[in-house]
């Protein structure tokens, strides 16, 4: 089958261009039960991004990138994440590996993600030289207002609205994740339209959550507390919060979390989170041994 790659310019994307991105994505899902669902925004929001077309023009594989805000540990400089996907019935000719070879043209590491299960897709990540370095949790609560758990009185819970309050936050998540908190769950762009908490104990921030809105429900970017006041109430109460909202919109709440941290685990289930879906995260090129002096918060694009 003939294929020519084209590489698109993901922020002036064409109508006619992102259609048949989304076409392509949408038959994706519709036959490969295990591969994640994407929408085309998330490809016109990335930094580049190339599509594998066949003689007709149509879109048969898409692959982009974007500069990751979801590192965990210090020391990581935040590689480029990058989106893979050829519809099921054009697998096995090529084209992922075409694909593959366009989207990591600049220096990486690079990290790419798929469910646990999609054995295809593992094998094609590590036969390309990219290793596995974690599983992902993915957990949801689906509950109504009489489900939310009970909090304990702790800290006082507001909402982050001026530029203060979101710097604030922003150093509050650097600070846990430079911890190594393992309550910093995922790094993720302190901005609107994230509906940031912040938790403070004696005038002084001790807690944050940021979460936004998605086809998911609430999805929860990060949650942090200062080590000092772990241990009382304060994660439980940001996070009755956010699903005392959800529970009145009529939606779920997600979060991801790494089960290197069983403590973690024990909170969410707790509070009534299930795992449903696991997803491995894999990576080409070598951390950075420096420790990073950018945030991510804030300033790298939101994912
Ligand atoms: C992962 C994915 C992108 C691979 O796409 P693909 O087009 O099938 O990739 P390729 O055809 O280049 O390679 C796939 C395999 O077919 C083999 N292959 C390629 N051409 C072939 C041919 N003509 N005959 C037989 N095998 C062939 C390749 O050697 C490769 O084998 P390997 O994985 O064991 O090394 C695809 O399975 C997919 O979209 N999965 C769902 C999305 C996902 O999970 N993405 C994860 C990465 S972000």
Redesign the pocket.
Known sequence: MPLTIAALRPSVLLEAELLSVKRCLDE?SAN?P???AVEAAEVAAAEACFVSRDEAGEVL?VAWRFADAGAWRPGDTGPWR???????R???????????AHITNVPGPFV????VA?T??R???T??AFELVGLVMHQRWDGGPEDVPRRFASGLIVEAKTDADFSSARELLLTAALEAGPLAMRRGSVMAPAWVLIASRGGRPVGVSVARRDREGWSIDSLAISSDARGLGIGRQLLCTLMERAAEEGQGVCLCLSPEYPRVLDFTSRLGFWTYRTSADFRRGSRSPTVATDTGYGDAPTT
Do not use: E, Y
């Open positions: 994706v490969d295990v591969a994640f594989g990058l989106g893979l996907q050829v519809v099921p054009a697998r096995r000719q090529g084209v992922g590996q075409s694909l593959l790419a993600r798929c469910d999609h295809r897709a094998r094609f990540l036969h390309r």
